[in-house]
């Protein structure tokens, strides 16, 4: 019943910026954690993002993004974003949105795919010159 739709996806050159949407059905946003995964072609899935949705709306961000990328999100559309800024090379591949109800989540485990229950289908960030 709970869906995830990711958007934003694209082309973008080095040291521009691109923001990614996503967005959940069939569940009270309020009440689930957002992370975004990415994965390169022959590479494993790994973390990005993570925002809570419990009071103080606690973020987390891998080493490689801090600084460069940002998550928020917006209850009232049901929508959470990542705005990357600054991309590298590195940043290509397929970025995943993924959900986790507020009353199973564990912030320390933010980065385990284990975590989450829902996943959307992915949205291709290219990063080129």
């Known amino acids: 019943q709970v869906q995830l739709v990711e958007s934003g996806g694209g082309w973008v050159q080095p040291g521009g910026s691109l923001t990614l949407s996503c967005a959940l059905s069939?569940?009270?946003?309020?009440?689930?954690?957002i992370a975004w995964f990415r994965q390169a072609p022959g590479a494993e899935r790994e973390a990005v993002s993570c925002?809570?949705?419990?009071?103080?709306?606690?973020?987390y961000y891998k080493d490689p993004v801090k600084g460069r990328f940002t998550i928020s999100k917006d209850n009232s559309k049901s929508t959470a974003y990542l705005q990357m800024n600054d991309v590298e090379p590195e940043d290509g591949g397929v970025y995943y949105c993924?959900?986790?109800?507020?009353?199973?989540?564990?912030?320390?485990?933010?980065?385990?795919?284990?975590?989450?229950?829902?996943w959307g289908q992915g949205t291709q960030v290219a990063v080129s010159s």
């Open positions: 993924a959900a986790a109800q507020d009353m199973y989540f564990s912030g320390p485990l933010w980065d385990w795919i284990r975590e989450y229950d829902y």
């Open positions: 069939g569940a009270t946003f309020d009440h689930y954690a």
């Open positions: 925002i809570e949705s419990r009071e103080g709306r606690t973020t």
